[in-house]
């Protein structure tokens, strides 16, 4: 059995196409075929189902996979620790990070690179958190900017980033008639454009007004940040987002930033990694960064 085997075999089952598989591996079709049928012959046991094109894994196969990614990951690991001893770390290190951090975690990878300057950073920012702690535990990514509560992270190393508070911003004309300070239940009587109900960011905020008896009902519902602030710069808009946010996208002119309180709508923000040892050389460089340089977007 050799590692290329296991490599086409663990490209077949996240691409579900041959043709494709082959294209991520850099190599032909009938060759990344023949790798996975010798694959078979040595295990004896069939591993993909086929027919006039990939139709799935068999049981041995949906087994294999789980074993293959494993193996592969700690043959990764095993390289970087090695190479690392002699010439620093190097290699690639695949981060996924949810929308919300999207914009603060440079603070974590620029110290990162900073300190290990051979190290590639591969970074996917549209990412849940569920999806990225099951990826995660797939191999398939090295560390996780995440909202870890709620989510199952047993199995992870969790390390607290920063606490995420939620602000309202608007335009300073649509608050000109608002009293001062403003309360929540006044913020949810402005024309509301918030994230929609999917994502976790708008999820955290609606179970803590949930708790407070106070339900947010926006006139227009978004996916993206960028399209919040869009609509709060034209001066007929209201939203809340984290504070955070606004760490690089930074208010339009004319658009106020109001702290609410009671209650304080906060999220932490960690980092996730693998618990299993001695797991990746990469994963651990960054949780040191994380505890050495604590992030402070606020």
Known sequence: MLFRQLEYFVALAREKHFARAAAACYVSQPALSEAIRKLE?????????????????????????LWARRILADHDALIHEVTALQTGLT?????????AASGTVALLTDPFCLEHPLVRVQLESSLRSAGIVERIRRFELDAGVIYPDGVDTAGLTVTPLYEERQVLIAGAELLASQPNPLTWSDALELPLCLLNTGMRGRQLLDDVLAAHSLTATPRLEADSVVSLLAHVSGGRWASIVPQTW??????????????????????????????????????RALVTTAQRAPMNPD
């Open 91 to 99: 290699g690639e290190l695949r981060l996924g990070v949810i929308p």
């Open 246 to 283: 606004l760490h690089t996208l930074r208010p339009p002119d004319g658009v106020r930033v109001v702290p609410l309180d009671e209650p304080q709508v906060t999220a932490t923000v960690a980092l996730v990694t693998s618990a299993a040892e001695p797991g990746s050389v990469l994963a």
């Open 41 to 65: 012959n040595e295990l004896k046991v069939p591993l993909v189902r086929r027919g006039q094109s990939f139709e799935g894994l068999t049981p041995e196969g949906e087994r294999l996979v």
